[in-house]
């Protein structure tokens, strides 16, 4: 039987090196796909997401269990990330491709089988692009908020528990993200 997140979690705080690693595994991938759409540099988001872990190791005697394990993490590798940002004043926008270095896909990647034609193909790719560039240019929590929507999957109280605020400021962030998002790429 498969151990849940929570019960791993109460392992790692007892120093149970094996329960951790198991957490590790399980959200490794996920951590750094977070991390690398928040920071968009594939080697800061490695030491961010291992930051991530380093302090979950270190808290883990702190999670009460009042919220899902995932949250929990998400929100101390969202914070570990925004402190990053703000330490190094990165706002560095993206330029790079549209998708991640490291696996290639992208949560913007996702997108319709590819047309027959070779310039609808490449129309999408450059849409693509320029969408990546106008989340990249969304204010720390609003690129976050969308982060976490679209690519994690996450619902709405998921989102404010892991940002430490409000369901209605998490529906605001999104509004605010969807409006400017629009409004960058001339859509109604």
Known sequence: MELSD????????DRD?????????????????LAWSIVRNAEDARDLSQEAFIRVYQSAGSFDGRSKFSTWFYRILVNVCLDHRRKHRWWTLWTRDAGDPESGESLLDRQPA????????????QT???LWEAVGRLAPQQRAAVILQVQEELPTPEIAAV???SEATVRVHLHRALTTLRKTMGTT
């Open 163 to 165: 940002l430490k605020c």
């Open 6 to 13: 929570e019960v791993l979690c109460r392992r790692a705080a």
């Open 17 to 33: 090196e094996a329960a951790f690693d198991v957490l590790v595994a399980r959200y490794q991938a996920r951590a750094y796909r």
């Open 128 to 130: 693509l692009k320029r």
């Open 114 to 125: 590819p047309s027959r034609d070779p310039v609808d193909a490449i129309g999408r790719e």
